[in-house]
């Protein structure tokens, strides 16, 4: 069965950087594209960045644009999100997923379970 | 940017049909996606491309979309549908778009 299982999360200063990490099973993961989407506590969930099956395309909201990075190992099962110049408002449980298809239908069909960031002093 | 409205709260009686709608300027052109979020779990996807159900949901879940509103529609409605359900679209400018999110009750 599909697993997604994100780590990396924790406490972190303002403007200090993160990098997350979605441990991918039960799928080949270098056939399906892949995104992250965050939930501020209490809040609904924001789309933070999506990728192609094989890394070529990458898509950001601009709330994040130039601050994160995603990117993806196919060799590992393993996609990252690389979080820079961290701000308060960037508080959230970040989960991992899984598109529909090869490029980004943006369909979300499987999820992870999450990891916690927070942002503070 | 592309914005979508659904209400904050539903509540439906045990057995009974739950509409929870997310209107959208003309969001009867684009693709709708909807997400089930039960308390403390990760979201799931329940409806996608207006009316299609992923494999291992109920058919209990429907969904439309015309005009300026989509429907998500729960037919016989249970004590393990209550939770938070957010419509999604993609918009060429915005991106992707969730919706502020409805909390379901069941009574």
């Known amino acids: 069965q599909v697993q997604l299982v994100e780590s990396g999360g924790g406490v972190v200063q303002p403007g200090r950087s993160l990098r997350l990490s979605c441990a991918a099973s039960?799928?080949?993961?270098?056939?399906?594209?892949m995104h992250w989407v965050r939930q501020a506590p209490g809040k609904g969930l924001e789309w933070v960045a999506g990728?192609?099956?094989?890394?070529?395309?990458?898509y950001y909201p601009d709330s994040v644009k130039g601050r994160f990075t995603i990117s993806r190992d196919n060799s590992k099962n393993t996609l990252s999100l690389q979080m820079n110049s961290l701000r308060a408002e960037d508080t959230a449980v970040y989960y991992c997923?899984?598109?529909?298809?090869?490029?980004?239908?943006?369909?979300?069909?499987?999820w992870g379970q999450g990891t916690l960031v927070t942002v503070s002093s | 940017s592309y914005e979508l409205t659904q209400p904050l709260s539903v509540s439906v009686a045990l057995g009974q049909t739950a509409r929870i709608t997310c209107g959208g300027n003309?969001?009867?052109?684009?693709?709708v996606h909807w997400y089930q979020q039960r308390p403390g779990q990760a979201p799931v996807l329940v409806t996608y491309?207006?009316?299609n159900r992923p494999s291992g949901i109920p058919a209990r879940f429907s969904g439309s979309n015309s005009g300026n509103t989509a429907t998500l529609t729960i037919s016989r409605a249970q004590a393990g549908d209550e939770g938070d359900y957010y419509c999604?679209?993609?918009?060429?400018?915005?991106?992707?778009?969730f919706g502020g999110g409805t909390k379901l009750t069941v009574l």
């Open positions: 990728i192609w099956y094989d890394g070529s395309n990458k």
């Open positions: 999604q679209v993609w918009d060429s400018r915005t991106s992707v778009v």
């Open positions: 997923a899984r598109d529909l298809e090869a490029g980004s239908t943006f369909v979300l069909d499987y």
């Open positions: 039960g799928f080949t993961f270098s056939d399906y594209g």
């Open positions: 491309r207006n009316s």
């Open positions: 003309k969001i009867g052109s684009k693709n």
